[in-house]
């Protein structure tokens, strides 16, 4: 074998061409001490002989000492590549795999690799779960499992109690309890869901310092029923209401007080009394077009908004005396009104007499 090596590093020839042109020996076989020398060994033998028989059997021997040895996946890579096609080998080398594997995308390796060693698989989905430090990345480790007939129940339940374990807002835990979790509202881990959604949706209401913030938690309360947060709620918004000081803060106040409640009636009736005060101080269809947005839609305040608008706009077409003016009256009327009809009809007029 020393002297194969010897031709082969002085003339270029690989050494498995070598091989196949010289007699391997059982003495050959066992004096070889590198997996790798092995499987060339082994490939350069003709089928059916003694001597490649041996041949495997070493190289079977050889890997299980060699894969111990690594402490790296640049080692146990080199390794995998070089070991023989054999079922309990390459399960010794994947569990190799998955000791030295320190990341989410490694494991995955290991994983697409493992496609014949179901148990294997477990082992890098297991390892997968207990790495994830967010909520997506366990998302997409999950994908590897729902609907795998592979995966055993305990993956996925371990899946999910890390997604679980993971969420930190109502939100992501309602997404979870609604989309990932069986059906069965009386399984435990559906019921550690919940009762951890109701931890965190207390959680949210308490920590809420505005009437927006609670508009936008309470939709995600655990059940739609339910009432819990309504009157810290009402509370913020009553406070916000009773400090607004002008039209902006009155109209958000409004937007964000709950539907149906006395707080909403309070909104509603301060936001008239600052609208009719605004208009009543207006003398311009621009103005009026910038105060009829913060009137509710459909209610009466609105209309008598609009009906003062479209008689402001109207009153500007007509006093407009240039193409310029006519357009500014034009914009600044509102949509589908006699005051835009007018000053379509003015600008004709007006361009066929220049």
């Known amino acids: 074998m020393e002297d194969l090596k010897k031709i082969a590093f002085e003339t270029g020839i690989p050494i498995e061409l070598l091989m196949e042109s010289s007699q391997v020996s059982f003495d050959d076989v066992y004096e070889v001490s590198s997996i790798h020398e092995l ?12 001597v490649k028989d041996e041949a495997f059997k070493r190289w079977k021997e050889l890997s299980l000492i060699e894969i111990p040895k690594t402490n790296s996946l640049i080692e146990i890579r080199i390794v995998y590549e ?13 569990e190799k795999w998955i000791t030295c594997c320190e990341t989410i995308s490694g494991l995955k390796e290991v994983y697409k690799n493992a496609f014949a060693h179901h148990g294997i698989q477990e082992k890098a989905l297991g390892k997968m779960i207990e790495l994830c430090k967010n909520l997506d990345e366990m998302k997409e480790v999950y994908k590897q499992i729902y609907g795998n007939i592979y995966v055993n129940h305990g993956v996925q339940e371990k899946a999910l109690e890390k997604m679980i374990e993971l969420c930190k807002t109502p939100e992501e835990i309602r997404d979870i309890y609604e989309f990932y979790l069986p059906r069965d509202k009386y399984s435990e881990t559906k019921k550690g869901a919940y009762e951890k959604w109701v ?32 009157d810290e709620w009402k509370k913020l918004s009553l406070f916000e209401v009773s400090k607004a000081s002008t039209l902006k803060e009155i109209r958000e106040a409004y937007d964000y007080a709950p539907n149906h409640s006395e707080v909403k009636s309070s909104a509603f009736n ?75 009809k003015k600008a004709v007029k007006f361009y066929s007499n220049i």
Do not use: C
Request: proline share 2%; aromatic share 10%.
């Open 82 to 94: 070089n070991i023989p096609n054999d079922s309990e080998i390459q399960r010794v080398a994947f």
């Open 270 to 344: 301060k936001l008239e009394m600052f609208l009719t005060k605004e208009v009543s101080n207006i003398s311009s269809g621009k103005a009026m077009r910038e105060i009829y947005y913060f009137a509710p839609v459909g209610s009466q305040v609105s209309k008598i908004i609009l009906e003062k608008w479209d008689q402001l706009s109207l009153l500007e077409v007509l006093k407009a005396n240039s193409l310029q003016e006519i357009h500014d009256a034009y914009e600044n009327a509102s949509n589908d009104s006699e005051a835009r009809k007018e000053a379509a």
């Open 199 to 230: 931890e965190l949706y207390k959680q949210e209401i308490t920590n809420a310092r505005t009437a927006k913030e609670i508009f936008k938690i309470y939709e995600l309360r655990p059940y739609r029923d339910s009432r819990d947060g309504l």
């Open 39 to 50: 499987k060339n060994i082994y490939h350069s033998l003709l089928g059916g002989s003694q």
